[in-house]
């Protein structure tokens, strides 16, 4: 089986890359002349974890933020392929107090956010120009090229200091449940969309408490909204767990 894993030199891409066997990769430093062939050779399986999820964008950097998120799914759609799999994330659904599930029809309007329209977007496009596609709608990584991001920083700082507050509330999975999934998702040639997130959200107050730290917070409140993992906890288990659960998890890998 041909998997090309985009994004692979770093975060989740580079976990999904070293982790499916002769995966081929697609980044910043591919040449064009790779690229050419991984068009006419195309793959059995694609997954595209690679975006610019920079949260200032300026109307000097949009050009380029459009081109790394919204042209290169297009782009990647264009590769001959029996399965498209695309990462994209929770932020799509609107922050509110509804229970947000895989068959919503979502207010773009209600979207919160470039990051989480060009999210949006890119799943219409993937939608739109694969036959066979995958959706996989992730709260946030944990793994061992996560980026630092606030918990991270809570957890590895001596004296951390966050720029949101204390009640911010996230949803956390693991990234070997991710690939799990993946896997059964291949086997069994798993279509549609999937919410990819543990049980129970946390707050980051909740957080400092589990690593007994004094935290510095911000002034800027984060709500990841209610997540509907129903659909992913029916076949991989490992997604029943809290997010208090995939940190604990997370400290001791």
Not at 152 to 173: A, G
Not at 174 to 179: A, F, T
Not at 187 to 203: F, Q, R
Request: hydrophobic content about 40%; overall charge negative; proline content about 3%.
């Amino acid at each position: 089986m041909k998997v090309l894993v985009t994004g692979n030199k770093s975060g989740l891409g580079k976990y999904l890359y070293e982790n499916f066997p002769n995966a081929m990769g697609w980044d910043r430093d591919t040449t064009e002349d790779e690229k050419e062939k991984i068009r006419k050779e195309g793959a059995d399986v694609i997954i595209h974890c690679a975006s610019n999820s920079s949260r200032e964008v300026t109307s000097a950097s949009l050009f380029l933020y459009i081109q790394d998120n919204i042209c290169l799914a297009k782009e990647l759609t264009a590769i001959p392929h029996k399965k498209f799999i695309f990462v994209s994330s929770v932020d799509v659904y609107p922050r509110d107090n509804e229970m947000h599930a895989e068959d919503d029809i979502i207010d773009v309007n209600a979207v919160e956010g470039i990051y989480a329209i060009c999210k949006l977007i890119s799943e219409s496009i993937v939608r739109e120009y694969s036959l066979s596609y995958l959706i996989m709608r992730c709260s946030a990584f944990l793994g061992p090229y996560a980026r630092k991001n606030s918990l991270l920083k809570i957890k590895e700082d001596e004296n951390p200091t966050v720029t949101l507050t204390p009640d911010s509330e996230f949803n956390y999975v693991l990234y070997q449940d991710v690939l799990k999934f993946l896997q059964v998702a291949i086997e069994k040639d798993l279509k549609g969309i999937y919410n990819l997130a543990s049980s129970k959200n946390i707050t980051l107050s909740q957080a400092a408490d589990m690593f007994g730290k004094k935290v510095t917070f911000g002034d800027y409140r984060y709500l990841v909204g209610n997540i509907d993992n129903t659909k992913v906890a029916s076949l991989i288990p490992a997604f029943k767990k809290s997010s208090e659960e995939i940190i604990r998890e997370f400290a001791t890998l």
